[in-house]
């Protein structure tokens, strides 16, 4: 995750799902926007046990894999992802179906990734412009399974009401500057809307209508190593669907009260996304 604004603030999350954004101040008046990619992982403090289409995205280094961030797959041969994610000076590969990080547990797979694709708008130094959201096109496809299946996206244009309860998954940190968890964490996280959002005592202009804001209660939030990861919502027919990409939280600290982790919203990119999928 980027940061936009850093505190010191030091709460585990004590709930089932729960992740940590960071960021770095943009002034001394207001916290800044700062993504949450690892090298530094980002959080959650309680294990998700169940099969999703969450994924790990590791770079290359020294001979070994690090988890950097999370991602989606969206279909047998892509992942989506954020853009901050991704460095083209990078090798990198997607490790799916994995519980733990460590363990190569039976049915998943680690595969490399072929291609990277950048929305064309992003721009690493502007982050609170958006648009932070990639695919990453797989070497081979995948078959699914119990352990490895495909995210639903939502309709375009859909926009989740005020306190719309969606869950955060990743590796990211379990608090600020803490620890990065073995088993894959999640956290309940409930959406803050736009006209919330965009005050100027939360995230003010930082954020945009391109964005999902969720969480902001001091207690739960994403983390450094969750960027790129899905935040997840359950539709009225039960159907999961991924509402957001784990983008950038406050330099504050991950779970800095007011200051709600921010996700690329993923309705606004629907027909992008099948389009990067058709043309590559």
Not at 126 to 138: F, T, V
Not at 143 to 152: E, F, P
């Amino acid at each position: 995750m980027t940061q936009e604004d850093s505190s010191t603030n030091t709460h585990t999350k004590t709930v089932a799902l729960s992740k940590c954004l960071a960021g770095l101040p943009l002034s001394s008046h207001r916290p800044a926007p700062e993504t949450l990619e690892s090298g530094e992982p980002g959080s959650a403090s309680h294990p998700s046990a169940c099969a999703s289409p969450q994924v790990s995205l590791q770079y290359s280094s020294s001979g070994k894999w690090r988890h950097t961030c999370g991602g989606s797959l969206v279909a047998n041969n892509w992942v989506l992802t954020a853009a901050h994610c991704i460095s083209s000076s990078r090798t990198y590969r997607v490790v799916l179906g994995r519980h733990s990080l460590s363990t190569e547990e039976p049915g998943s797979l680690a595969i490399k990734v072929s291609k990277l694709v950048v929305h064309k708008d992003w721009n690493s130094s502007q982050l609170s412009k958006g648009n932070d959201i990639a695919m990453l096109k797989l070497a081979q496809s995948v078959s699914l399974t119990d352990k490895i299946q495909l995210a639903c996206l939502p309709p375009a244009g859909t926009i989740l009401p005020n306190n719309y309860p969606c869950y955060v998954t990743g590796w990211g940190r379990l608090q600020t500057n803490g620890a990065s968890p073995d088993i894959l964490q999640q956290g309940r996280l409930l959406v803050v809307d736009y006209a919330t959002c965009s005050r100027s005592d939360w995230w003010g202009s930082s954020v945009k209508t391109n964005m999902v804001c969720a969480g902001g209660d001091g207690v739960i939030s994403s983390c450094n190593g969750d960027s790129g990861g899905p935040l997840n919502c359950q539709a009225a027919n039960g159907q999961w669907t991924v509402h957001g990409i784990v983008s950038f939280g406050s330099t504050l600290g991950c779970n800095y009260y007011h200051k709600p982790s921010v996700f690329t919203r993923v309705s606004n990119y629907i027909d992008w996304i099948h389009s990067v999928m058709a043309n590559n």
